[in-house]
């Protein structure tokens, strides 16, 4: 009784950390018992607590003897099986030297132990409190969704995509997946001399997917680190389409996005390769139980070109629906989750 009184009289200080590729991201979040009065974004040059980045969190963490500090996992050696169950997790993937979590008693998340411990240790100053999967972030953003139809989801950072399949809730496969893996593959293309101006660029990197050769086939079969179905019919697709919410209306206009520059273009079709891939693997890994995909749901946290939605639509026949994000934000949603604010 003591304590609640005692942590009303202060405010929570919510500390949210996203490491970039040269950068990093903290949002922080002031609450009252009354709920948000205040927030704060700023982006340092360093991959790494420097002191102008600890000072910046040492400024509001003491005002306060309540604040949390949570990071988004970026690990490279991290993913999410559709199973919770001990017996079956080595059936997908060997986690003798990872960290596993189960998420809503239905699927499971790991980290590789090192990286986990490399990052505790990196922020031993700080303190953490909570260690966030990307694939924890992607069914919280789209909770709207994932209970629904079979689609396929993305997480956009800018060396990593976490890509998941699910349907009413429950996972069906997921992949996590760097983009730096192909770099060198589409810089070969785009810089190759054979290629000119009256040529196009082939998107079907290793053959790609064939949908008249697919079989696809039924096959049966943690909290935090810290602490279509085949749409059949007329009336289910409209049914579908009414799902839709307004931001998803307006990005199947290809104006919407921004336009390409070199960058962004080589960027967006590793992007489009890696989904292509993983796709592929979906439906012929026979571990997991695949179905025909329609649909992908993108959690954009970069600013993704158009380039990237035609690719998707016009190679793989997939309708694409983009919602912007900020993963900072997104992952202050979840430490509000946690702490039930």
């Known amino acids: 009784m003591l304590s609640k009184i005692f942590e009303a009289l202060y405010l929570k200080v919510l500390v949210n950390i996203v490491i970039k590729r040269a950068s990093t991201v903290v949002y922080i979040e002031l609450y009252s018992k009354k709920g948000n009065i205040d927030n704060v974004h700023a982006e340092f040059p360093t991959v790494k607590p420097d002191e102008k980045l600890l000072e910046f969190i040492h400024t509001y963490t003491k005002e306060s003897p309540f604040y949390y500090i949570a990071i988004l996992d970026n690990a490279s050696l991290q993913g999410a099986l559709p199973t919770c169950a001990k017996s079956r997790l080595s059936y997908y993937a060997d986690l003798s030297d990872c960290e596993y979590k189960c998420y809503a008693e239905q699927w499971a998340y790991y980290t590789a132990k090192t990286e986990l411990y490399a990052l505790e240790k990196l922020y031993k100053e700080t303190g953490v409190d909570f260690v966030f999967s990307p694939f924890v972030l992607l069914a919280n953003f789209f909770k709207d969704k994932i209970n629904g139809h079979l689609a396929l989801y993305a997480l956009i950072e800018e060396d990593f995509l976490s890509i998941a399949v699910f349907e009413e809730g429950k996972l069906f496969y997921a992949q996590h997946l760097n983009i730096q893996e192909t770099a060198s593959v589409v810089d070969d293309i785009l810089l190759s001399d054979d290629l000119t101006e009256n040529e196009s660029i082939d998107l079907d990197m290793d053959g790609g997917i064939d949908l008249e050769e697919i079989d696809v086939e039924d096959h049966g079969s943690l909290e935090d680190f ?68 329609e649909n992908i749901y993108i959690a954009d946290g970069v600013g993704v070109s158009s380039d990237l939605k035609k690719y998707l639509e016009e190679e793989m026949f997939l309708n694409v629906y983009i919602r912007h994000t900020e993963i900072d934000a997104e992952v202050c949603e979840l430490v509000k989750e946690e702490l039930g604010l």
């Open 226 to 293: 810290g602490d279509i179905e085949d749409l059949d019919t007329i009336e289910e697709i409209e049914e579908f389409d009414d799902s839709k919410d307004a931001e998803e209306e307006l990005l199947e206009s290809d104006d919407v996005l921004e336009s390409s520059d070199e960058d962004n273009f080589n960027e967006d079709y590793q992007r489009f390769s890696l989904i292509q891939k993983s796709i592929a693997n979906y439906y012929k890994d026979e571990r997991y139980e695949s179905q025909f995909l």
